[in-house]
Each structure stands twice: as C-alpha cells, then as structure tokens.
C-alpha cells in the first residue's frame, strides 16, 4: 500500500520566495496533520484538517503561513514570504479517525530558506 | 491540559541488553498511548498503541510498552537491543474523544545501542 507522499523531499529557495508544499494523504484517511520539526523546538503540530475541514490552526506560526486541503487526495502548505528561520522538515501525516488509529507519517520535505 | 514527557534526551545501552524507554503522560479521562520511531531523514513510524484492556502492549520489531494508570507511565522497552534500534522515539497521547485524532507528543528520546 502506499504510505503518505510528500513532495518536494528537499527544497531549497532564497528568502522572500513563495514555497508550496504538497501532501497525498493514505486513501480512506479522513484526518490530515501538518508537523514541523526543528532540533530547537522538536515537533510541532501547525495545522490540521477532518474531512477536508481545517479544524485547529493554532500551530500556525504565522499568517505567512497557510494550508490548504481542496479534495481528501491532496493537501498544500504554503509559506509566503520564506524567511530563513522557516528552515526546517515539515512533515504531513494522515489517520483515519476511528478506534484510536494511529497517525501515518511520510518521509517529510527538508526545507532550507537562504 | 493533556501533555507528555519523556525525561531523558538520551538513553545508552549495550547491545544485547534490555532498554527502557521512559513516558509519563497527564490526561483527563483514560488516554490513548502511542509510540512511535524516527530514522534518520524518515518520518515518525508507528509502533505500538494502547487504547484498553491488557496493560502490557506488544508491538513491532520486538517493542513492546506496559500501561500504568496510577504512575500515569507508557514505558517502552525490549528484553533484547539491537544496533539497528538506534533512531528518535516518541511517546504521544490522544484523548479518546471529542477531537479527530490529534495527537500530543513528547520531546522525543535519542536511544543509542552500542556494539
């Protein structure tokens, strides 16, 4: 099966530049989750969506910052202007909300704003 | 507010032996418990989960996480580590209802298996 696709794996772009991430959740997930993590502050939740719905954005660091999810096959995340101290791997993982199903993760997209 | 910690940053053990992974967790309600594993430039791996019934959990790769309520601990461990063992774990917790799933995690623990 499948697992979570991500793309770009690596990314790299000048400061000021518009980067768009992209998220194929497992098919039949409903929920979709967008993670950052840096050695810094770790892991952190930044957003994430229940049937295409976003339901808790409060991770998001700032309104540079902006996810979206138009269908439940695809998921983008969207830093607009980049700024160096975004640098880091974002990750998206999917679950399907039901019996305490756990989260599946994909191998994330390593971003470094110059 | 539900939260987790993993007290240590780093645990070393020899190959061979058993390891301990520690969790402790503060959640209203009875918690969902999952561990989960990071490799290098790989994203987090399921392992293991508690939802209910027997407290002793037993999940890939040998792991396996013993449930205590009253020390609020979803310790991860195995009798025997491997070099291959090494990577980033992290404990999480959910609370069983009234949200889609999301998941609080700890700050992870670095293991390291030495030959």
């Known amino acids: 099966d499948a697992g979570v696709i991500q793309s770009p794996r690596h990314e790299v772009t000048e400061m000021g530049q518009e980067v768009t991430l992209r998220c194929k959740p497992i098919s039949g997930h409903n929920s979709l989750f967008w993670y950052r993590q840096t050695m810094m502050r770790g892991l952190e939740l930044l957003i994430y969506?229940?049937?295409?719905?976003?339901?808790?954005d409060s991770g998001m660091p700032e309104d540079r910052f902006s996810a979206k999810m138009p269908n439940a096959s695809f998921s983008t995340l969207k830093i607009q202007p980049s700024e160096p101290r975004d640098s880091a791997v974002y990750f998206c993982?999917?679950?399907?909300?039901?019996?305490?199903?756990?989260?599946?993760f994909g191998d994330g997209t390593r971003l470094s704003i110059l | 507010a539900q939260s987790v910690a993993q007290p240590e940053d780093q645990v070393n053990v020899a190959e061979g032996n058993p390891l301990t992974v520690k969790c402790t967790y503060s959640v209203s309600g009875n918690p969902y418990l999952f561990w989960y594993v990071q490799y290098p430039n790989r994203g987090l791996q399921f392992l293991l989960k508690?939802?209910?019934?027997?407290?002793l959990v037993k999940g890939s790769y040998g792991f396996e996480a013993e449930f205590n309520k009253s020390q609020t601990s979803f310790h991860l461990k195995k009798p025997s580590a491997l070099v291959s063992d090494s990577a980033l774990y992290f404990c999480?917790?959910?609370?069983?209802?009234?949200?889609?799933?999301?998941?609080?995690f700890g700050q992870g623990t670095t293991l390291q298996v030495k030959p």
């Open positions: 969506f229940n049937n295409n719905v976003p339901i808790d």
């Open positions: 508690y939802i209910t019934g027997d407290n």
């Open positions: 999480a917790v959910r609370e069983p209802s009234g949200n889609t799933g999301k998941l609080i």
């Open positions: 993982a999917s679950s399907l909300d039901r019996g305490g199903q756990p989260q599946h």
